[in-house]
Structure formats: C-alpha cells, structure tokens
C-alpha cells in the first residue's frame, strides 16, 4: 500500500516556536508508520521552509541546528509542499499558526490539514474578540478591560481613564495582565497594585520583539483552574470531551507558568479533576458550546475556573493544543484508553474524513492486511525511584515505552515507588507530570515482587537515574535474578556512581581529572574553621553520588563556602565533594558498545551561566547543545578516543554518557591539549531531547534504533536468558549505515 505522506509542521514565527519544535517531535515520534509517511518540516523564525533531516528532530532547542539548516536540509517553498505531502499536521502554536494565517495558505495552496479552517483559527486567536462573542452567548469570560497599542503608549495620559475603567467594572487587585494573542502562559503576569500596572502592561504588549499589540487587564478568578479538551466523534458527526484536568500550581507560585508547563516534575495535576461529576458534565458541555460558538473544528483545548458558586469561568480557548509526551492532551486522552499513537491517528483520520480521503485508506488497508504474528520480547521497564532523578526518571521511561518498536517488543511499565517497592502501571498513570502524582495512583492489586522479574519480562531496561538505579544494587538484583538488563555490570555502575572514587580511579590510570577533595559532614561540623585552607577559589561543591546538576553550586570566597556547605548538610547528604573549576569548552560525548566502544560526536554543552542547569538540561528551549562540538577533527578524535579508553578502564558496557572538559595548550596550566574527565554516567538520560539523541542522529541512527541497540547490547551481555539469542541480535534497520557503526556489534 502506498503510504500517505504526512508533512508535520513545526517551528514557526511566533515565540512559542520552541513548543512547537517539542510538539512536532512528539508527532514525529507517534504517527502509525504502517499507514503514514513522516515528512517533518521546520519553519524558522524568519518564514523560511526546510523539510527537516531527522537527525535534527530530537535536539533540545531550536538553536541546536538552525545554523545547519541551510548546508544540511532541503529548502521547500511553500508553492512546493503539495509535491512534498499529503496532508499537514500543524504542530505550530501561537501566531502564524493558530490565527489563521498558515490556515488561509494551506487553502489557497489546496492542501488538507489538521484542525480549525481560516475564520475559526484567526477568531480562536483574539481574545478580546472572542470574549465579546463568548460573553453575547451567555458563556461565563473574566471581567476585564482592552487596552490597545496607542492607549499603551500614551499610558500615562490614558491612566485615570483605565482606572476609572476598572473600577467602574469592579476589577480590583490583584489583575491578571496578559497578551491578546499569545499562548502558553507567555506574557501573562499578575499585579498586586496599580503602580505596577505599566510594566507589566509594556512587557505583555511587546511579549513578540519588534511589534506592540493589544493587552487585556482581568479580574482574578478564585477557584479550580481547569483544563478540558475535546475531540471529534467522526462518526458520529459531534464533538467528545475528554475528562477535564485540575491544575495545581507549584508552592510559592501565583500562575501557572512555562516552566510549569514544561517543566518535568513541575506542576501539578489531577485528572479527573477534583470536583463532583455534574460539575465535570458542567465543564465539558460549557467546553463544547465555547467549540461551536468559535467555529473550532477537530480539537480543542478550553482553559477555565471553577468557582465556589459553580460557575465555569473561561479564561483561554485553544483552537491546537500542546503535544508534549506528558501534555494535558494526552493525559485526558489516557483517561478513555486512548494512547498517543491512537489519538493522534484518530485526529488524522477526522481530517480525512471530513475532506472524504478515509474511505480509500481504510479499504487499500483491508485488501493488504496481512501481518507477520511473531512472538515479542517481553521489555519491563524500571522508572520512578527515590532519587533527585525520578522525574528525569518518569521521563526517560516514557520516552522508551513510546519509542520501543510494537512489532519486536512488548513494553511492560513498571514503576519504583519512593520504598523501591514494583508496580504496573497503565497508560493513564504513565502520561501523569510527575512522580508524586503516579504513587497517589498506585494500585495494590498491581504490586509484583522483585523476584516474579524472571516470569513477565525476557529483558529489563533500568530508566531509573542516580541512587539505587545507578550505583550497582539494582544491576545487583537483577544478576541475582539472572535477567538480561541495559548498560553496565555492578561494579561499573557501583564505581562511576562515585564521581570522587571515578576521579581517584581515572588518574591512577592517567587520565586528566579535576583535582578534588571530600568531605564528611562529621569533620566539617568539628572543623570548620580548618576546612578551607589550602583552598583556591573559585570552585565548584556538589554531592559526589547525584547527577543531572543536582545542587551543584560555584563557591566565590570562603563565606560563599561555609554559606553552602551549612545548607548542604541540613540536606540528607554525609559528603560534600569540592572541586576545581575548570576552564575551556564543557563537553557530553556518548559512547555505546560492550567489548569495542564506540564514541558518538561530541557534544558542546553551551550554559547560560557558569554552571549547566537542570533547566538547560531538561526544559524544552532553556539550553542548547552543538553536536558535533565545534572543534577541529583532530580535537574531536583525540576527545572521542580518551572517552572510548575510560569507557573500557571502568568497565563500562552497552551505553554511557561522559562529560569532560577539551582545554587547549593555551588554556591548560600544562601548557598541553588535553581532556579533563568531570564524571561517567551509566544511565544517561532518555528522554525525548536529550544529547545522546543528537549524537546517535548524527551517524543516521534514529531514537527508536538506538535504544533497540542498547537492548542487543544488553542480551549480548548476558548470556543467560530464555529469549532466542538469534531473534534478539538481529538488527536490519534501514536507517542505519552499517559502516558508521563499524566495530559497535562484538
């Protein structure tokens, strides 16, 4: 069957152009292969199309590639794309993709696409517009005041009429300032008393650089903030809401950020929401008339409150809403066991059908139905934890599930509660934001036992970060209980999970590591006032046994020290390890292979401070990493090299991340280039983003291949197992070229 060629357009003009990005990854990753084509399509902030190489997809930031695009991507105007694609999902947000304007192209272009047509895009846009409209029909909107561009300006001789204004509609402080044509909690402030008011009016208003636009001033609305989407019955020929989301926001917080957002582990949900299901019913039909009366056609999100007086107040209709792996979207969707796969096929097929395409698909599928039943490797896949981690844990976890192929493998989600106690979950706890939300869904009925590991899964693959999952007890455990798992033996892991024994060891062995000291919480409290002698400063504290930036802090003086140190052990930490801080270019270089590792591309690992944040690491669009680094080919194969060598020294097997610093002869006190080691890690992170991604991108190995890689290498270093050793080393992926993986398989 020839297969649809589904372009997915990401990026864009508008400032939510990095959730875009994380979107149409997200997109990129769930599309049914079996029936789609991917063409991803990137848009940059300039207008410009390129149709976008994957081994840019799962970079973290647009800022990654974006000087690559025009050496290593395909230019594509847009009078070309009806030769290019099929369809066109928009995973664009914000202006220039929810306001009608790439709407209004697709259709003088005659392309199919995903959601609202021209009238609904540019009115679900415009809150001032569709507030009037909501509010003509009886809907329940904030009250609240426009201000437009030339009012703004002349602020100051405007100001007693906007007072006057709100207090002629009884809108008192706190105000809600926000932009009329924005997204994602961007430019959106709340102000506790009138002299703060122009500020944050300006800021909101020119929210996009190089443009002013109109700002609305709102009431604070008391009660539940609620989240509700809807989709298409296309059968039926009527909207379906799914099950609404309370949001919680983070302690010390007064909106419901970006950050939150996108943040993993941040935010807090509860779906359903808290509240009595005529309340629920109240929502989701309130939900369906704002739909109707805003021409929103496919999907919806719909932003509200519930009030003590059971009102349901609508604060921000959405005409596409985000698609991160864990987005309200999705969570909904899981509440009616729709997975990501399914409901973004069901969003496709409701396109199709209402432009009358389906029909054919459906029967060119029934005519060619026929598919190989072939038995499939049972995956248990460890997430959660107690650790700093967990939340890089949930999403590195996800992220395997969802990328795990369906026709070689069978994924079994299990999660670590914070006791180290095992629990299936299902796909409505695994879309959950954060840990903590997960373990107030555990099931008791669902509980397994360590030892019942060996009876439902032929393979075990640790997404788990930092404490137990990392330092050698659960590589302990499951060589006990003699089932094949990903990434290092016991004593690699026990080792590198000690970034100061790592240090101790590397240098015995000849490689350059920072030079460090550790110490005990016991001889600091008994010595302080002797701790910092000897001491050069500036340098780096850390816990010698965290990862992922966890309280990682630079030290400028000795009261900066003894500052931190004393907040360091009111922490459940015995040792605080203090460390040079190094100069030159910080890198991250992935190295994957058992017996004859393989070093991927470096990476640059550029932080918008002095210390590389968990935000950089994590947040989409908060950090940027170069890959390949930009250094000279001889820098980079000496880099890659020393990696390969510590990779084998410690022992390590199937995959690691290492970060070190590359110091020039001018920049290193020895006077010669060299590479300084900062710390191993045996489990580096998955998730959708991350720069391990990049790296394999950077040889053609797509995420899905590579983390089928990890697995072979697992079973390969493990001889023990009741899984065809045959079967499972088979690796004929099409996007792999076999001479870039040269000397991977041993």
């Not at 009806?82 to 259709?107: P, R, S, Y």
């Not at 517009?129 to 002349?154: C, E, F, H, M, T």
Request: charge should be positive; aromatic fraction near 8%; include cysteine.
């Amino acid at each position: 069957m020839q297969k649809m060629r589904v372009g997915v357009l990401m990026g864009g003009k508008s400032i939510e152009r990095e959730v875009s990005f994380n979107s149409g990854r997200t997109v990129c990753d769930h599309l049914d292969t079996s029936r789609y084509e991917i063409i991803p399509i990137f848009q940059t902030s300039e207008g410009k199309l390129y149709l976008l190489p994957w081994h840019f997809l799962h970079r973290g930031k647009v800022a990654d590639f974006k000087h690559r695009l025009t050496k290593e991507a395909k230019a594509i105007a847009w009078d070309d794309l009806k030769t290019a694609v099929d369809f066109i999902f928009i995973a664009m947000h914000g202006k220039f993709a929810e306001d009608g304007t790439v709407q209004g192209f697709l259709e003088i272009l005659q392309i199919p696409y995903l959601g609202s047509k021209v009238f609904g895009s540019a009115l679900g846009m415009d809150k001032i517009v569709q507030k009037n409209i909501l509010r003509s029909n009886g809907i329940d909107v904030a009250k609240g005041i426009a201000l437009y561009p030339n009012q703004i300006k002349q602020f100051l001789t405007q100001k007693e009429k906007i007072f006057s204004e709100l207090e002629r509609q009884k809108i008192h402080p706190p105000y809600i300032v926000k932009p009329h044509q924005e997204g994602s909690s961007l430019g959106v402030e709340i102000v506790k008393n009138k002299d703060k008011l122009e500020e944050a009016i300006k800021r909101a208003s020119t929210i996009t650089p190089g443009k002013t636009q109109a700002v609305l001033i709102e009431e604070k609305i008391d009660g539940i903030e609620i989240s509700c989407c809807l989709i298409t019955d296309y059968h039926k020929k009527k909207w379906k809401p799914l099950i609404p989301t309370e949001i919680v926001k983070e302690p010390g917080t007064e909106i419901y950020d970006y950050k939150q957002k996108y943040m993993p582990g941040l935010g807090y949900e509860h779906t359903p929401a808290r509240c009595s299901q005529k309340n629920i019913e109240k929502i989701q039909q309130t939900c369906i008339t704002v739909a109707k009366l805003l021409d929103i056609k496919n999907t919806a999100r719909i932003d509200g409150f519930l009030t003590k007086e059971g009102k349901f107040v609508v604060v921000d209709p959405n005409t596409l809403t985000g698609m991160a792996p864990s987005s309200f979207f999705f969570r909904e969707a899981a509440e009616s066991n729709i997975n990501h796969t399914q409901l973004i096929n069901h969003l496709i097929e409701t396109e199709l059908d209402r432009y009358g395409m389906l029909a054919n698909i459906i029967k060119q599928e029934k005519t060619q139905a026929k598919k190989m039943r072939t038995k499939r490797i049972k995956v248990a896949i460890l997430l959660g934890g107690r650790t700093h981690e967990k939340e890089i844990s949930l999403e590195s976890g996800r992220n395997i599930i969802y990328k795990l192929s369906l026709q070689k493998y069978e994924p079994i989600a299990i999660f670590v509660s914070h006791t180290m106690e095992l629990y299936k979950i299902d796909n409505k706890q695994l879309v959950r934001n954060s840990t903590k939300e997960i373990e107030e869904l555990l099931e008791p009925t669902k509980k397994i036992k360590w030892d019942n590991l060996p009876n439902i899964a032929d393979f075990v693959f640790i997404a788990l970060h930092g404490g137990e999952g990392e330092n050698g007890s659960i590589q302990g455990t499951l060589e006990m209980l003699d089932v094949p798992y990903n990434g290092s033996p016991v004593l690699a892991s026990a080792l590198c999970a000690d970034k100061f024994r790592t240090n101790q060891f590397l240098r015995s062995n000849s490689f350059d590591v920072p030079h460090s000291i550790l110490i005990s919480k016991k001889d600091y409290l008994q010595n302080k006032e002797s701790i910092d002698k000897n001491l050069t400063f500036p340098l780096i504290l850390k816990p010698h046994d965290d990862g992922c930036s966890v309280m990682v802090q630079k030290i400028k003086n000795k009261k900066e020290l003894h500052k931190n140190l004393n907040a360091f052990f009111k922490t459940e930490k015995k040792y605080a390890m203090l460390e040079e801080m190094l100069t030159g270019m910080e890198l991250t270089v992935g190295v994957i292979g058992n017996e004859n590792p393989k070093a991927l591309p470096p990476s640059q690992a550029v932080a918008t401070k002095e210390i590389l944040s968990i935000e950089e690491k994590f947040l989409p669009g908060a950090g940027e990493n170069q890959t390949p680094a930009p250094l000279a080919k001889a820098a980079l194969t000496l880099v890659q090299k020393t990696m390969e060598k510590a990779y084998k020294i410690l022992g390590c097997k199937g995959y690691a991340r290492i970060d070190c610093f590359y110091q020039t002869a001018k920049q290193s006190p020895t006077k010669k280039e060299r590479i300084i080691i900062l710390e191993v890690n045996t489990l580096p992170g998955l998730t959708p983003a991350t720069c391990i991604f990049h790296q394999a991108a950077e040889l053609g190995i797509k995420p899905m291949d590579f983390i089928d890689l990890i697995i072979q290498l697992g079973f390969q270093n493990h001889a023990s197992t009741v899984v065809d050793e045959k079967s499972c080393l088979s690796f004929s992926s099409n996007c792999i070229k076999k001479e870039n993986i040269e000397g991977m398989f041993e």
